[in-house]
């Protein structure tokens, strides 16, 4: 004999797991709690590691975001989903309103990296009515043959490539962002 009971509970439970991928995809949770629950039932799911990182920066806690958006890379390149970049979020200096994303590109995916590998973006635009883009700028990492070399805030222009200056290739975000303001700054 069929027991409605359970099989509406095992429907119910079926459908909340189906729902939390259409509920990632949507406007980004802010709700860490709520993202680390669903984190706990679909731990492989990639859209649910980018809102984490999302609820992270919102909540100011930019390096935790950035940190987990390479586990975030981890489970997209696990899935087989080429997303391109993730918007970790954005705050507002110099009269602009900076975003970051954080890239998820061939060169960042690449189990050993070469070139110039570009782990985050700042997108900066005007805070006017019709925000216009103004420039990106980029954390560039510096590899040969897989060993890190260098690190620098650089933008590409066309095929033109303007350097702003090293860093030291394991800063942190807040010195990433710090070194970014001082340019737009200029």
């Known amino acids: 004999m069929l027991d409605l009971g359970h099989s509406m509970k095992t429907l119910t439970f079926l459908l909340v797991i189906m729902a939390l991928p259409l509920i990632a995809a949507d406007e980004p949770l802010r709700d860490l709690d709520k993202i680390e629950a669903a984190l706990k039932v ?9 809102r984490k990182c999302q609820a992270l920066f919102a909540r100011g806690r930019e390096q935790e975001a950035v940190d987990h958006a390479a586990v975030a890379l981890a489970k997209f390149k696990a899935a087989g989903n080429k997303l391109a970049w993730m918007s970790l979020g954005s705050f507002t200096a110099n009269a602009c309103r900076i975003e970051v994303h954080y890239n998820m590109g061939a060169g960042e995916r ?12 700042f997108r900066i635009w005007t805070t006017s009515a019709e925000p216009e883009l103004v420039r990106m700028l980029d954390f560039e990492l ?3 043959n897989g060993e890190l070399l260098s690190a620098a805030i650089g933008q590409m222009i066309g ?14 975000f807040a010195t990433i962002k710090k070194k970014v303001l001082e340019v737009i700054k200029k």
């Open 159 to 172: 095929d033109v490539h303007a350097n702003f200056g090293v860093v030291d290739p394991k800063s942190d």
């Open 110 to 121: 690449a189990d050993k990296k070469d070139g110039i590998v570009r782990p985050y973006s």
């Open 42 to 50: 679909a731990p492989g799911d990639p859209m649910l590691h980018y």
């Open 142 to 144: 510096a590899y040969l």
